[in-house]
């Protein structure tokens, strides 16, 4: 049974903005316990409502590539506009213990310290493509908190960068001023999936190599279908260590948001974000029934056992687990 009072102090304590009683919300939210969980979903539904007024950054880069150092120098720059600013930074979980360093507070130390932002390191949990498994209900409530802009830090690698592009509203790509290895490895989807791409590193000794990375994604970008018939992702250049082309990329973020706006594509990609996300959450408690369905828990060590050794297919054993489940 649900405290309905416990959860009136969660809403209450979000509504006027308090950032330990959005920690505390996470928390219950990305909790494996069901009581916990469910009194973190009953906060969630009952403000639903009141989210989706802020703007939904997503950012993306190959490690090493500045992304907390570019994210900080941006939100300060947002602060110094007077916004309130999320910062939602997934890292990725050990496969073998599960762990996570979780250091984004000691990345963006002069962020984390400003009163007008909120910065949440959450483990992947070994989530599809690095993504925290509640990230999506984590934006929401901060934008019940009456939080201007969140964004979303990916760990940059596999099918992540899909992930965060499915639930923001713009999605960035951070590049390093070598453009020629990494354009050779850097995925088309990726450039596809980008709204703006920004060459950081742009200072001292690299921003001639920054401005010929320039040059060399523009021309990529030429010979790609572009995401929106209403935008032509821009390829910027930026320091975020002397601060340059950070105002220049924000004022971008805006313009884009209004081109989307004006033409409805706003409003039709977000809907349609929730649509998948709905799809999403179906498969993931249709998996979670299925593996503790008694029957096939039973059956389960026996035929991966059978497919180990090769004496039968795993498309066999795979129908066997599902005439099992569909057993009344």
């Given amino acids: 049974m649900i405290d309905r009072g416990e959860v009136t102090r969660h809403c209450d304590g979000l509504r006027a903005g308090d950032r330990r009683t959005l920690a505390k919300t996470i928390t219950l939210l990305e909790s494996r316990r069901p009581d916990h969980a469910a009194l973190g979903q009953a906060v969630l539904e009952e403000l639903a409502p009141h989210s989706g007024g802020a703007v939904r950054l997503g950012i993306t880069g190959t490690p090493g590539v500045g992304k907390s150092t570019f994210i900080e120098a941006l939100g300060m720059h947002l602060i110094a506009l007077g916004k309130r600013l999320a910062v939602l930074a997934v890292d990725p979980s050990s496969p073998r213990s599960g762990g996570s360093i979780l250091g984004d507070k ?36 901060c934008e019940a908190a009456g939080f201007d802009v969140v964004i979303v830090e990916t760990v940059g690698v596999g099918q992540s960068e899909v992930s965060v592009a499915s639930m923001v509203d713009c999605f960035a790509v951070l590049l390093q001023p070598g453009a020629g290895d990494e354009l050779q490895g850097m995925k088309k989807g990726v450039l596809e999936l980008a709204d703006a791409l920004v060459v950081n590193k742009a200072d001292g000794e690299q921003r001639d190599a920054a401005r010929r990375a320039q040059i060399a994604y523009r021309h990529a970008l030429s010979l790609l279908r572009a995401g929106s018939p209403h935008w032509i992702p821009p390829v910027l250049l930026a320091s975020a260590v002397t601060g340059d082309g950070i105002a220049a990329f924000w004022e971008e973020v805006l313009r884009h948001r ?12 977000r809907s349609a974000q929730a649509r998948a996300w709905m799809w999403s959450l179906v498969e993931e408690s249709l998996q979670a029934s299925f593996r503790t369905h008694p029957g096939v828990a039973g059956a389960l060590p026996a035929l991966e ?12 054993a795979a ?6 489940f569909r057993k009344p």
Avoid: D, K
């Fill in 319 to 324: 129908r066997s687990l599902l005439e099992i």
């Fill in 106 to 141: 000691t990345r963006m130390e002069r962020l984390a310290q400003q009163p007008n932002a909120f910065i949440r390191p959450s483990p992947s949990g070994g989530s599809l493509g690095g993504v925290a498994h509640r990230t999506r209900e984590t934006l929401l409530l």
């Fill in 305 to 316: 056992g059978e497919v180990a050794a090769g004496r039968i297919t795993p498309g066999s």
């Fill in 258 to 269: 209004s081109a989307l706006a004006a033409a409805g594509e706003l409003s039709a990609r």
